[in-house]
Antibody, heavy 121, light 110 residues
Framework: QVQLQESGPGLVKPSQTLSLICTVSGDSLCSGNYYWSWIRQPAGKGLEWLGR???????NYNPSLKSRVTISVDTSKTQFSLRLSSVTAADTGVYYCARVVATSPFVFDPWGQGTLVTVSS | QTEVTQEPSFSVSPGGTVTLTCGLSSGSVSTSYYPSWYQQTPGQAPRTFIYSTTTRSSGVPDRFSGSILGNKAALTITGAQADDESDYYCALYMGSGTWVFGGGTKLTVV
């Protein structure tokens, strides 16, 4: 069964770029009709969809973050990444990666366990 | 940008019935938005609960059901139990491979 695992620095300085990787095991990013997505959750707050990529490298982003977010597929086709530029304290939170069915029923499943990123000097 | 609305909190007695809703700041939710629901307990990743409006994920008890009620998606718990106390988030598919999550509902069973 497919499993996802986030990894990356837990501390990022303000104005720098947050970079995370999601490693997919038990499957390939191109083995089925799936999107690969990033979602975040500030402490004590709700979930926020950041964006998604597809095997081909096509992407779509949350309009509120579009200018700062980049999601890309690794050439190995077993990892995809998130880059969020010009971070501030408001970007502190738990970041999740998830697989999303690219057709009906468009469900997020499975999810990674999440990784906490703190933006602080 | 369209916002997805959920009740911030809800309380239900053990054995009681509660309906959580998922609406749009502008317009009505229909099955075309493929509403999905996720349960999250403290410190854990979200767990897929219901998708495509009404389909329960594997292992989800049948006391949970999804529907469209009026102009909103709904998650109903019939016969609530103590371990149903969690945060519940809905997500709506907005087309072209984009989604919006609701703010979540904190359910208390007391």
């Amino acid at each position: 069964q497919v499993q996802l695992q986030e990894s990356g620095p837990g501390l990022v300085k303000p104005s720098q770029t947050l970079s995370l990787i999601c490693t997919v095991s038990g499957d390939s990013l191109c083995s089925g009709n799936y999107y690969w997505s990033w979602i975040r959750q500030p402490a004590g707050k709700g979930l926020e969809w950041l964006g998604r990529t597809y095997c081909t490298g096509s992407t779509n982003y949350n309009p509120s973050l579009k200018s700062r977010v980049t999601i890309s597929v690794d050439t190995s086709k077993t990892q995809f990444s998130l880059r969020l530029s010009s971070v501030t304290a408001a970007d502190t939170g738990v970041y999740y990666c998830a697989r999303v069915v690219a057709t009906s029923p468009f469900v997020f499943d499975p999810w990674g366990q999440g990784t906490l990123v703190t933006v602080s000097s | 940008q369209t916002e997805v609305t959920q009740e911030p909190s809800f309380s239900v007695s053990p054995g009681g019935t509660v309906t959580l809703t998922c609406g749009l700041s502008s317009g009505s939710v229909s099955t075309s938005y493929y509403p999905s629901w996720y349960q999250q307990t403290p410190g854990q990743a979200p767990r897929t609960f219901i998708y495509s409006t009404t389909t329960r994920s594997s292992g989800v008890p049948d006391r949970f059901s999804g529907s469209i009620l009026g102009n909103k998606a709904a998650l109903t718990i019939t016969g609530a139990q103590a371990d149903d106390e969690s945060d519940y988030y809905c997500a709506l598919y907005m087309g072209s491979g984009t989604w919006v999550f609701g703010g979540g509902t904190k359910l208390t069973v007391v």
